[in-house]
């Protein structure tokens, strides 16, 4: 009986004069445009062209534009049984959402189809968007009528359904920005268990791989939200092993064995200005240590099984200290922009707070960083909490300078010309937790004087004479992250 009663005051609301059926006919038209736009312009996972890219950026601030009118609506209409002015105003904000949708489908479908976004998520954000704005048409060409008398229930309605499609496709665009658990992930226990539906990347057969344990809580950490189901860049999923093995559009990303031609390796150790660096869009970068475990696990295999790699002894349960406040070095501020001019070397603060303290960044000058450079800026050195000294010119003289970084934290000195002698000047950093020898001539020998030093959790020898199961051993009973 309802039905047939909300069927008959529908077709009351089809026109009978000729300038609102051809506003009936326009609509008819955009709506099958719309509908046939994910046809004729596939999302086939590729990057296109750029102006695309730069409008599209812009749909994350576009799409407010129609939730607000949309949210705005109903209390206007509301508002207009008592006071007819917002009853207007109301029909005015209809058509300002109507243009407001049709200008955010422009901008997302430029987004994912220049960026090369596809995946269900992007799919279903797509034809939510598609369906609210044909909803939202509708409402416009049914308003009239309902506003007249003629035809009481048909928009509320509409109104209703484009309402519930809004918060259904916000969900959608919001999980893409933030990740399918963004709303799920604090969730008190027993509601997450009734609502989880998040499913592990992870074979439970290989749970207990090193692959489960710390290379796959990295990638969905940080590369899932854009190389996942939901939202799939480059035609590449990192949200499995089987779906990192397989690649991208550009190919196999992994080549078991092969570090230096695996091409995500080669993308997240890019300089963080270059296009191609991941993870991408102003997302924090790897953490050393993980671009170490990531880079050992594709050396030895990129096996999905395999429980513990050579060379790599992890303890997971240790507790961080506090980190120590170095200080104001505000004051120095000009002579360290001038060091930057001079020898080409970074030195950027953490944060705002001069306490947090500086990072030594030598990567655009690698080669040509020596021991009498590093001298030149021992000045900063109590500010200096990472530095990153990885392929430079330095030797174990180096030590005499960095035994008074007082508040260094991180160490890497990868793939220099360091033999370990002089490394017990290091014993004084109380705050270092991780140092990087890998690519060195350092011994176990001399790597044992490092047993003392409580608060280091983070040791790489990959690549080097020092034997890490002889490296442990020396360091007992601390337990170490040996690599």
Request: net charge neutral.
């Amino acid at each position: 009986m309802f039905v047939n009663r909300l069927a008959s005051s529908a077709a009351r609301c089809i026109p009978k004069n000729k300038e609102t059926r051809a506003a009936w006919i326009t609509s008819l038209l955009l709506s099958i445009g719309l509908l046939l736009l994910p046809h004729v312009f596939k999302l086939d996972g590729r990057q296109h062209a750029n102006w695309q890219q730069f409008l599209g950026r812009f749909h994350p601030l576009a799409v407010h534009l129609p939730i607000g009118f949309l949210v705005l609506l109903p209390l206007l209409e509301i508002g207009g049984a008592f006071r007819f002015a917002l009853r207007e105003t109301a029909g005015f904000v209809l058509g300002l959402a109507l243009a407001a949708c049709l200008g955010s489908i422009a901008l997302g479908y430029l987004l994912a189809y220049g960026s090369g976004d596809s995946g269900a998520g992007v799919t279903r954000h797509m034809w939510g968007g598609i369906t609210l704005s044909i909803g939202v048409l509708i409402c416009v060409l049914a308003r009239p009528s309902w506003s007249s008398g003629e035809v009481p229930h048909v928009y509320p309605i509409l109104l209703t359904a484009v309402l519930l499609t809004l918060v259904w496709t916000a969900h959608q665009g919001g999980s893409l920005t933030h990740g399918t658990d963004y709303l799920t992930e604090y969730m008190p226990a027993p509601l997450k268990r009734w609502t989880k539906s998040h499913v592990s990347g992870v074979d439970a057969s290989n749970a207990g791989s090193f692959y489960a344990r710390h290379i796959h809580p990295v990638f969905d950490a940080n590369c899932v939200a854009c190389h996942g189901e939901s939202k799939t860049r480059g035609g590449l999923r990192l949200d499995s092993y089987d779906w990192l093995m397989k690649g991208g559009k550009d190919g196999a990303v992994i080549v078991d064995g092969d570090p230096a031609k695996s091409l995500l390796l080669q993308r997240i150790t890019l300089p963080v200005n270059d296009n191609h660096y991941m993870p991408a869009e102003g997302k924090p970068p790897l953490e050393p240590e993980e671009i170490a475990w990531i880079r050992a696990w594709i050396q030895q295999g990129a096996s999905p099984s395999i429980a513990n790699l050579d060379g790599i002894s992890i303890h997971e349960e240790h507790v961080a200290e506090p980190l120590q406040p170095v200080g104001d070095y505000s004051a120095l501020l000009p002579e360290i922009h001038q060091i930057d001019g001079a020898q080409g070397v970074k030195i950027v603060p953490v944060s705002s707070k001069p306490s947090d303290g500086l990072i030594l960044n030598t990567v655009d000058i690698a080669a040509h960083f020596d021991d009498a450079q590093l001298a030149k800026i021992q000045e900063f050195a109590p500010y200096i909490v990472e530095a990153d000294l990885a392929r430079t010119a330095v030797t174990d003289a180096s030590f005499d300078t960095l035994g008074k970084f007082t508040h260094l934290r991180a160490l890497d000195l990868a793939g220099t010309a360091v033999t370990g002698a002089g490394l017990t000047k290091l014993a004084g950093l109380t705050q270092l937790t991780y140092l990087n020898l890998s690519g060195t001539k350092v011994t176990s020998a001399a790597v044992a004087p490092l047993g003392s030093m409580k608060n280091l959790h983070h040791l790489y020898l990959f690549n080097s004479p020092a034997e890490p199961a002889s490296a442990m051993n020396a360091m007992q009973p601390i337990a170490r992250n040996v690599q």
